[in-house]
């Protein structure tokens, strides 16, 4: 642990906690010291203003204005939307397409995005259309002048990543505030910065599968973020068959291989949102290899029959066993 955040603790120091809303799901911070009413109104100023800029729910957002844009018009962007898109982008080129943020209108015709859910499958030359527009070269980016413009009708969808951005966002307002140590959720992925007053790390488990038997997973959530991807949150079943909400960006189809759970830690929540994505869409071999190149701490669990298996990439398992 960092002894600087050992050193200034306060172990009479009171833990504050606030939390709510926000891109559809529910945000909590836990801090040390400090005002909670006024901690509390910088988070929501801090969250409001993601959803407003990378939100494809909200209609009025910066995002959702680019995917209304007509073909070839040029539109201003937030510099952190386009810092967000420009992440979404280079883990799009390093996973081959495994992940890929200009599949908006695909999740809407699956059912899992603004327009609504359904219980029957899409028709298939729907599919292959919204498929087909897709693709990073359906749009481009002008970074040094604040833009980006539509180059066929494609539409952006930023929720493997932009969540993940939300908490390293807040966490580090929350930093600039004066609150050093914090441990920061949104969804389920997490930002811990510091320690607690009684000298701890801040300790999260990771969400559990339904009706699963592996042993808990405990992180020490001190100076890492945290993030999660399960195939189990959203889906619907057609004809007997479990459709998930994670789509593959390659088949424009969703997933239909045996990874349940991913778990990524690394020192961007942004990062490890979209590494999480990847992994999850990766079948699990694939997975497995792309953790290990990329040296991602990941743990991923894979249905294998009835039983889940539990599989840990050797830079997690380097954390778990500590220094030699």
């Known amino acids: 642990m960092d002894p600087a955040a ?6 009479h120091a009171r833990v504050a906690t606030i939390g709510g809303e926000t891109m559809g799901t529910v945000w909590s911070a836990k801090i040390v010291g400090g005002d909670p009413q006024a901690t509390r109104a910088l988070a929501e100023r801090l969250l409001a203003q993601v959803v407003a800029e990378m939100s494809h729910w909200a209609p009025d957002s910066a995002l959702s204005r680019l995917n209304r844009a007509p073909i070839g018009s040029w539109q201003r962007l937030p510099p ?5 898109l420009a992440a979404a982008w280079e883990v799009a080129g390093a ?8 599949t908006g209108a695909l999740v809407d015709l699956w059912g899992f995005g603004p327009a609504g ?22 749009f481009e980016l002008d970074p040094l002048l604040l833009r980006a413009r539509r180059r066929r009708d494609a539409r952006l969808d930023l929720s493997g990543i932009a969540k993940g951005y939300a908490v390293d966002a807040l966490a580090e307002a929350l930093a600039a505030a004066g609150h050093r140590d914090v441990l920061v959720e949104i969804g389920g992925e997490f930002v811990g910065r510091g320690l607690r007053p009684d000298g701890q790390p801040w300790w999260i488990d990771v969400e ?5 038997a592996l042993p808990p997973l405990r992180i020490a959530a001190h100076e890492i973020a945290v993030a999660t991807s399960g195939d189990y949150r959203r889906q619907f079943v057609a004809g007997g068959t479990r459709y998930s909400h994670t789509l593959d960006p390659r088949t424009g189809r969703p997933i239909a291989h045996g990874t349940a759970s991913v778990t990524v830690l690394g020192s961007s929540c942004m990062l490890a949102d979209a590494h999480a994505t990847v992994l999850t869409v990766l079948p699990p ?7 290990i190149e990329h040296a991602i701490a990941a743990r991923l669990v894979e249905r294998s029959g009835h039983r889940l298996e539990e599989w840990l990439s050797p830079a997690l398992q380097a954390m778990l066993d500590g220094p030699s």
Do not use: M
């Open 95 to 102: 996973s081959n397409g495994a992940f890929d943020p200009t």
């Open 117 to 138: 859910p359904r219980s029957t499958v899409p028709d298939t030359a729907a599919i292959d259309a919204a498929h087909a527009a897709a693709g990073l070269a359906a």
């Open 285 to 291: 071999e694939q997975a497995r290899a792309w953790a």
């Open 80 to 84: 952190a939307l386009l810092r967000v």
């Open 6 to 11: 050992f050193a200034r603790r306060d172990p």
């Open 208 to 212: 559990p599968l339904p009706d699963a």
